[in-house]
């Protein structure tokens, strides 16, 4: 949508005049009309702020339309219409274009140049040549004074984040927020009260780009200081498109918070495209690269210039505090990488990957793209990389270093695994007793540190793709590693692998992990020695944690250990270790209610909170409960269960433990009973 357009029919009326504002400047437009038969209208932009008045006699009837263009018009069908001649506007430009690009890279010159047109235009309606009066006159000069001054030029939206302090003069209206958005949406008659004081804090970017053909750029979202913004003060009078104030609370004072989307013209040097692409993040650098892979493959780029930007761009991973860094997306990394390895120059490759890939390895999204990259090096770089990789990330991702190690031995084709591989297979054994396991992907409780909520996620939650999803570890991946050292690794190297899991327990745990394993090895037929390693060690573990029935609560006493010393947590703590109280009732403000859900939530007591929400001030009611037992059954019934499919197993399969080893199991199973 780019405009309205309001047809009156013939109707008798008086009044309803429509003024129609833009950049300060308004018409009053009278769509009434004393001879019955005509037919009057009014057209005007989407960014125009408009008014009606009052209609003070009779009727109007009226048909509004949107007006929409049914697809973005060709770039040239536009620049090459008969329109006025802007090329000493062109000349002019081109030559502050080249005196710019001289200075280019001293303290004070800016990186781009970013011209705020005057018009509002959504993304999806942004083109060249879409652009409405003055802004297409204007972008015709710079597109001419760019192409003369080889310079990049851009279309793209600018966005920009205020926030600060604000004055309040109105009466009082009690805590909260009040939010005021453009002319076209409802505004608060009350935001009167409030009038913005200093802006204290701000976040400037540019993104959704369009390239000079209108075909979409990818740049993602790059970075933008207010010395880069064209022409100066142009925001100074504009009204935000979305502006929030919150009243004072507590210490804080009122504050509000503002938002502008515009669109605007964006001018580089060519050559500082790599810097430009490099500041955006991951997204813009690794089209760059795609781009300079293309131009290397067609003859328009040197080697040169392809791995210089490719040692950037790694470099500039590095220094980061992550690969996905404040306000960084999660992003597909692994297309670098594999533009890197396609290009085929081993030594390129080798030093871009150790440049940051053992400190940001990551959680193992992209094991796929560094496993074939891993075997496109020569051996000795290959075995230093996996080596320092599973070093740095194999106790805290374990699932995602095991991933990785089985995806690189699937690509190689040797009968027997390379030496290199042999060599990581042994760091990761001496790391796998100290690593933790299925704790990676074990539900964690985060706390809030604005709300204080405590809110229950994955360890590998993220909004990256799915399918980056990082590895988990499973029984099926445990099968799978086995299967694949028994296949092609000395002998040794299955046993030790065996040895070095069961001796974690907490990383491993046999109910979840090491029963399912093993079920399926022994159906697969694993080799007898190392399957009884397995079984004992489940046996042991399983007899050991259930070996009595869990004893039933004999009161309602808790115990409780936090530092709090107000009076709220002096009577929750006498609440939970009375061995006969059940309920609490406690009459409370709002906030200290939330202090007492917090406790309670924070140090997991076994009791529920509920707010009655009757009088004044409400009530909070704790009642104690016997989960926590509950969970205790429940864990023990179904140790029980595993410890019979293990007697089970032994029974059916000759020689997978030991007739003593089974005695004992079948005496666990008793006592559990």
């Known amino acids: ?36 038969s005509e037919v009057r209208w009014a057209a005007f932009y989407a960014d125009c702020e408009h008014e009606v008045a009052k209609i003070q006699s009779g009727y109007r009837i009226c048909l509004v339309y949107n007006l929409l263009r049914k697809a973005k018009p060709k770039a040239q069908s536009r620049l090459d219409e008969s329109v006025p001649d802007h090329r000493p506007a062109a000349v002019e430009l081109s030559r502050a274009f080249d005196r710019w690009r001289k200075r280019y890279g001293k303290d004070g010159v800016p990186d781009k140049l970013v011209y705020l047109l005057d018009h509002y235009y959504t993304a999806a309606g942004l083109a060249f040549a879409g652009l409405k009066d003055r802004d297409d006159a204007i972008a015709r000069a710079f597109v001419a004074a760019a192409q003369a001054s080889e310079c990049a030029i851009h279309l793209a939206m600018v966005h920009i984040e205020e926030s600060g302090w604000a004055e309040y003069h109105g009466g009082y209206h009690g805590y909260g927020r009040r939010q005021r958005r453009r002319y076209w949406e409802d505004v608060d008659e009350d935001d009167g009260d409030f009038e913005v004081g200093e802006v204290c804090d701000y976040h400037y970017s540019v993104n959704e780009w369009i390239e000079p053909t209108d075909c979409a750029g990818n740049f993602g979202t790059v970075p933008l200081t207010g010395e880069e913004l064209l022409p100066t003060g142009a925001l100074d009078d504009a009204e935000p498109d979305n502006i929030q104030f919150s009243e004072a609370t507590g210490n804080e004072g009122a504050s509000f918070e503002r938002t502008y989307k515009r669109a605007a013209i964006v001018i580089w040097p060519e050559e500082a495209a790599n810097k430009i692409c490099l500041s955006a993040g991951l997204v813009a650098s690794g089209a760059r690269l795609a781009k300079l892979g293309e131009g290397v493959a067609d ?72 496993a074939q990259a891993l075997v496109a090096l020569n051996p000795k770089d290959a075995g230093a990389l996996l080596s320092s990789v599973l070093k740095e990330a194999g106790r805290r991702h374990c699932a995602a270093c095991l991933d990785l190690w089985q995806r690189t031995l699937s690509l190689t084709t ?20 100290k690593a933790t396991g299925a704790k990676e992907s074990e539900p964690r409780t985060r706390w809030s540190s604005y709300y204080r909520r405590r809110v229950t996620v994955s360890l590998d939650e993220d909004n990256g793709e799915k399918e980056n999803a990082p590895p988990k570890l499973t029984p099926d991946m445990i099968v799978g590693l086995l299967i694949a050292i028994r296949e092609r690794c000395p002998a040794r190297y299955a046993r030790q692998c065996m040895e070095a899991i069961c001796a974690n327990t907490s990383g491993f745990p046999p109910d979840k992990l090491l029963v399912p394993a093993l079920t399926d090895l022994v159906k697969r037929e694993f080799p007898k020695k190392e399957t009884r390693l397995l079984w004992e060690h489940c046996a042991r573990f399983l007899a050991r944690r259930s070996a009595r029935p869990p004893a039933a609560p004999k009161d309602w006493k808790q115990s409780v250990n936090w530092k709090c010393t107000c009076t709220d947590c002096a009577v929750l703590k006498r609440f939970a270790i009375n061995p006969a109280e059940q309920i609490l009732r406690l009459s409370l403000a709002k906030a200290r209610r939330q202090h007492v859900h917090n406790i309670i939530d924070e140090h997991e007591l076994d009791m529920t909170h509920v707010t ?31 410890m019979k499919r293990l007697e089970n197993m032994a029974t059916s399969t000759n020689s997978v433990t030991t007739k003593e080893a089974l005695e004992k199991l079948r005496k666990a199973i008793l006592a559990a009973k």
Request: hydrophobic share 40%; with cysteine; net charge positive.
């Open 612 to 642: 009655e929400r009757q009088g004044r001030p409400y009530t909070l009611v704790c009642t104690k409960t016997r989960t926590v037992y509950d969970k205790k059954c429940q864990r023990h019934a179904a140790d029980v269960a595993l």
């Open 414 to 433: 040797t009968q027997t695994a390379p030496k290199w591989l042999l060599s990581g297979l042994d760091t990761m054994i001496e790391l796998l007793p």
């Open 1 to 36: 949508m780019f405009g309205t357009l309001i047809v009156v029919l013939p109707s008798t009326h008086k009044g309803g005049a429509l003024s129609v504002r833009h950049a300060g400047r308004e018409r009053v437009l009278d769509l009434s009309e004393t001879a019955p």
């Open 299 to 370: 003859g328009r780029v040197t080697h040169a210039q392809f791995a210089g930007f490719a040692r950037m761009l790694c470099a500039s991973w590095a220094t980061q505090s992550g690969v996905y860094s404040y306000r960084l997306p999660k992003v597909e990394i692994a297309k670098p990488i594999r533009i890197v390895t396609a290009h085929g120059d081993a030594k390129l490759l080798a030093d871009c990957l150790n440049e940051f890939l053992p400190k940001h390895y990551g959680k193992g999204e992209h094991n796929d793209a560094i």
